[in-house]
């Protein structure tokens, strides 16, 4: 062994002839070839963008699939309120052998003159219907919202003959806050109001409730953008200004309540987004005493439109 001098790599297989090699057959140079522009992170599979946004497709189809299912109004007394409110409802749930009150008298009552279906059910299933809540006996089922589409708003607003005023919502997820909103625009001439898709309340029995009815008397219509949509309607001549606690001007300032106008009313926490910040005309705020914290944005908006509805009748311009 020592004295074989032929190395053991050098060894040909039978049948082959000197120098030939065994070729990739092209695949080599096949790897070598783009693949083409590299997906974005979200579309690839594995990446964490990608199942972020997975997480958020499901979460907004479990949110659009929750509304558009029927509501239900729990209790005697958000019963008894939302039926004087004019709520539309479908259906009033009594629990088999209630006790009785005057509470439970009037729900029934009401639900009879409007024509509302009645139905006695057992306590085991109203509980089921109103995800264990303390419904008391009573359940009023409420229908999904029907939104408007913005460009409504607008032919609403003209044939009303009254110079435009629209309130657009910021990313309120309160929905007592949005029903109290839109009780607010119906009171002070507004002739509808805006909600974005995303990060936003929604028409919810609370917030039926809230608004005392009014939302049935107002259009309500929601924006795939917000920030576009508040464009579009500068670009039609309206004027965009916002509620904020440093804004340009002050409510005693705001000249432009005369004029065709939409106010954006931002979050409870974080107040107007940046983008639909730079898209207002002008922002306003609230002068208030020392020590005193801001005001919510349904208290916001009733002060704010008020004083535009003031200074819309000094003009005449209602």
Known sequence: MAGNSRRQGAIRKPGTKKGQVVGSGGQRRKGLEGKGPTPKAE???????????????????????????????????????????????????????IEIDDRVNEAV?????????????PREELDRKTNRAMHQGLGLQVPPFVYADPRDLMAVAKDSGQTPLFVALDG?????????????????????????ERRSAGMTAVAWR????????????????????LKAWKDEGL??????????????????????????????????????????????SIPMAAGVESLNASVAAGVLLAEVARRRRLAGRV
Do not use: W
Request: aromatic content about 2%; some cysteine.
């Open 109 to 121: 009552r009401l639900a009879g003159d409007k024509g509302i279906s009645i139905l006695e059910i």
């Open 239 to 284: 004027m965009v200004v916002g509620l904020d606690a440093d804004g340009s001007v002050d409510i005693d300032e705001l000249d432009l309540a005369a004029d065709p106008l939409v106010i954006v009313l931002g979050s409870e926490g974080r107040g107007l987004s940046r983008l639909v910040r730079e898209t207002c005309d002008a922002t306003v």
């Open 172 to 196: 309120v997820t309160d929905p007592r806050n949005l029903g109290a909103v839109i009780r607010s625009a119906a009171a002070f001439g507004a002739q509808g109001v805006l909600l974005p």
């Open 43 to 97: 579309d690839r599979p594995g990446h964490k963008a990608y199942r972020m946004a997975n997480a958020r497709d499901r979460k907004e189809q479990a949110r659009q699939k929750k509304a558009d299912k029927p509501e239900l109004i729990a209790g005697r007394n958000p019963v008894v309120e939302a039926l004087r409110a004019d709520v539309p409802a479908t259906a009033l749930y009594v629990a088999i052998n």
């Open 210 to 229: 809230t608004s005392a009815g009014t939302a049935a008397k107002l259009p309500i219509a929601v924006a795939t953008n917000l920030t576009r949509q």
